[in-house]
Nanobody
Framework: QVRLVESGGGLVQAGGSLRLSCAAS????????IGWFRQAPGKEREFVGT????????YYADSVKGRFTISRDNAKNTAYLQMNSLNTEDTAVYYC?????????????????WGQGTQVTVSS
C-alpha cells in the first residue's frame, strides 16, 4: 500500500511556473514508477508524464513536452512536477499516481495508487 499526497498547486499567471510535489508513505516508494495526470473541468483525466522507478527515464505528453519536467528523490520518498511557461490550458487538478508493475504506462488504468489531487489555476 502506498499513500500519495500532492502539494504545491495554486494560482499563477500565464507564463509563470509552479512545482508540484508528490509525497509518498507506505511501501518502498523507490520500486514504483510515478505518473502525473491532470483533469480539467468537463474533460477526462489525461496523461501528463511519467518517471521510472529509478528516475532513469521520463516520458511526457506532447502538450507539455519542453515545458514540464518530472523528477524524483527516492531518499525523500517524493516526486516532483516542475511546470514552466504555464498557459490557461494547463488549468486542471493535477494528480500523481504510482505503478508497481514492470514497464511504464500512459493510461490512468495502469496505476495502482493515486493522490487526492492539487488544483492548478493559470490566469491570463
Amino acid at each position: 500500500q502506498v499513500r500519495l499526497v500532492e502539494s504545491g498547486g495554486g494560482l499563477v499567471q500565464a507564463g509563470g511556473s509552479l512545482r508540484l510535489s508528490c509525497a509518498a508513505s507506505g511501501r518502498a516508494f523507490g520500486s514504483y514508477h510515478i505518473g502525473w495526470f491532470r483533469q480539467a473541468p468537463g474533460k477526462e483525466r489525461e496523461f501528463v508524464g511519467t518517471i521510472t522507478w529509478n528516475g532513469g527515464s521520463t516520458y511526457y505528453a506532447d502538450s507539455v513536452k519542453g515545458r514540464f519536467t518530472i523528477s524524483r528523490d527516492n531518499a525523500k520518498n517524493t516526486a516532483y512536477l516542475q511546470m514552466n511557461s504555464l498557459n490557461t490550458e494547463d488549468t486542471a487538478v493535477y494528480y500523481c499516481a504510482a505503478r508497481g508493475t514492470t514497464g511504464i504506462s500512459y493510461s490512468e488504468y495502469g496505476y495502482d495508487y493515486w493522490g487526492q489531487g492539487t488544483q492548478v489555476t493559470v490566469s491570463s
